[in-house]
């Protein structure tokens, strides 16, 4: 790999793919032809750290096809001497964001040999690239001081230890929480004038602007854009059966929307099954109409006539919106902890 400084440049002040400091594994990015493999490294790191979510060969192929973070600048595997992955990081950044996601991974066989702390350092000098690369595009080179920011659950304590040694501090707490099916579901009628109708192929624009209409207003949200909503209503796991939007009914226009997903490898490894509900919103002209509890007890229904066992989603612990009290109202309770962790470079 190109040699970089601390800046990032390379040494005729271009930006070049920053070396990863662990000379034990050899580095590159990923290609195509890696995919079974990094997702059987992810799965391996999985099975010893147990994590809610975690990615797998279809997401990893939904990666490879991103043009706003393609994998050749923006991934690193580290393999062993038998070509085998034992590591890797992934950062992704919007052109226009405030700050770039970091991911990674370590063998449990590999860890606490210092190579996390190597993949961090990898982010960093990825991230400054990024956002010195967005920044030449803006007029007199003006743009936010680059920030990197990844996610861990709180039981992950060894992530956890290390993030903080690195100067990371936790921003944000996520809960996790769950709702079982087996107790009375409750009932929540629209107003009149709303009605609730499939989630639909050809709502799938019309739902792009109106969630980033919602969330404009949320921490740490940036708007979606095509290739990321498409990621979103194309995920391997998303059940358009399971989700469900509510409309205006004499305007057509989207008032509130729930996305669902299914995974059914997690049911083997958690015990249950679980319908998830990634993304709940409703419009700031709608709300107070009972729009969120109408669609909350659609999902479960939907949830139960599948067989599932429980209704899940996640909340910002500060949310403005007062979510954390809706869901419990809801039968919703905590069940899992997650932070999000910030580092300004």
Same mark, same amino acid.
């Not at 969120?292 to 599948?306: G, H, S, T």
């Given at each position: 790999m190109t040699h970089t400084d601390a800046s990032g440049l390379t040494a005729d002040g271009s930006a070049g793919l920053p070396a990863v400091d662990f000379p034990e594994l050899q580095w590159r990015s990923a290609s195509p032809a890696? #995919?079974?493999?990094?997702?059987?490294?992810? %799965?391996?790191? %999985?099975?010893?750290?147990?994590?809610?979510?975690?990615?797998?060969?279809?997401?990893?192929?939904?990666?490879?096809?991103?043009?706003?973070?393609?994998?050749?600048?923006? &991934?690193? #595997?580290?393999?062993?001497? !038998?070509?085998?992955?034992?590591?890797?990081?992934?950062? &992704?950044?919007?052109?226009?964001?405030?700050?770039? +996601?970091?991911?990674? @991974?370590? !063998?449990?066989?590999?860890?606490?040999?210092?190579?996390? &702390?190597? #993949?961090?350092?990898?982010?960093?000098?990825?991230?400054?690239?990024?956002?010195?690369?967005?920044?030449?595009?803006?007029?007199?080179? @003006?743009?936010? @001081?680059?920030?990197?920011? #990844?996610? &861990?659950?709180?039981?992950?304590? +060894?992530?956890c230890v290390l993030l903080q040694e690195s100067g990371y501090e936790v921003v944000r707490y996520y809960n996790e929480m769950h709702r079982p099916l087996s107790a009375p579901l409750p009932e929540a009628p629209l107003d009149h004038g709303l009605e609730l109708v499939p989630m639909e192929p050809g709502l799938s624009e019309a739902l792009r602007l109106a969630h980033n209409q919602v969330f404009a207003d949320h921490w740490g949200s940036e708007p979606r854009d095509e290739e990321s909503w498409g990621f979103v209503v194309n995920d391997p796991l998303a059940r358009p059966d399971l989700s469900a939007v509510v409309l205006e009914s004499r305007t057509g226009e989207i008032a509130g929307y729930q996305l669902a997903s299914y995974d059914p490898d997690n049911t083997a490894a958690r015990g249950f099954s679980e319908g998830y509900t990634d993304l709940l919103g409703v419009r700031r002209e709608f709300r107070g109409r009972g729009i969120a509890q109408a669609l909350l007890a659609d999902a479960m229904r939907r949830f139960a006539a599948a067989g599932l066992d429980k209704a899940s989603l996640d909340v910002d612990s500060e949310n403005p919106t007062g979510a954390m009290a809706l869901y419990r109202k809801m039968g919703y309770a905590p069940v899992n902890t997650s932070l999000a962790w910030d580092k300004v470079l």
């Amino acid at each position: 790999m190109t040699h970089t400084d601390a800046s990032g440049l390379t040494a005729d002040g271009s930006a070049g793919l920053p070396a990863v400091d662990f000379p034990e594994l050899q580095w590159r990015s990923a290609s195509p032809a890696d #995919l079974d493999a990094w997702a059987a490294l992810i %799965a391996r790191t %999985a099975a010893v750290e147990e994590p809610v979510w975690f990615e797998r060969r279809a997401d990893l192929e939904q990666i490879m096809e991103s043009k706003n973070n393609p994998v050749g600048t923006n &991934t690193v #595997l580290g393999l062993d001497s !038998d070509g085998v992955p034992r590591a890797y990081a992934r950062l &992704t950044k919007n052109k226009d964001g405030a700050k770039a +996601h970091g991911f990674c @991974a370590v !063998d449990p066989q590999r860890q606490r040999r210092g190579v996390g &702390t190597a #993949l961090l350092s990898w982010l960093e000098v990825r991230t400054r690239q990024r956002f010195a690369e967005d920044a030449g595009a803006l007029p007199d080179d @003006a743009g936010p @001081a680059p920030r990197l920011r #990844l996610f &861990t659950e709180q039981k992950q304590q +060894h992530q956890c230890v290390l993030l903080q040694e690195s100067g990371y501090e936790v921003v944000r707490y996520y809960n996790e929480m769950h709702r079982p099916l087996s107790a009375p579901l409750p009932e929540a009628p629209l107003d009149h004038g709303l009605e609730l109708v499939p989630m639909e192929p050809g709502l799938s624009e019309a739902l792009r602007l109106a969630h980033n209409q919602v969330f404009a207003d949320h921490w740490g949200s940036e708007p979606r854009d095509e290739e990321s909503w498409g990621f979103v209503v194309n995920d391997p796991l998303a059940r358009p059966d399971l989700s469900a939007v509510v409309l205006e009914s004499r305007t057509g226009e989207i008032a509130g929307y729930q996305l669902a997903s299914y995974d059914p490898d997690n049911t083997a490894a958690r015990g249950f099954s679980e319908g998830y509900t990634d993304l709940l919103g409703v419009r700031r002209e709608f709300r107070g109409r009972g729009i969120a509890q109408a669609l909350l007890a659609d999902a479960m229904r939907r949830f139960a006539a599948a067989g599932l066992d429980k209704a899940s989603l996640d909340v910002d612990s500060e949310n403005p919106t007062g979510a954390m009290a809706l869901y419990r109202k809801m039968g919703y309770a905590p069940v899992n902890t997650s932070l999000a962790w910030d580092k300004v470079l």
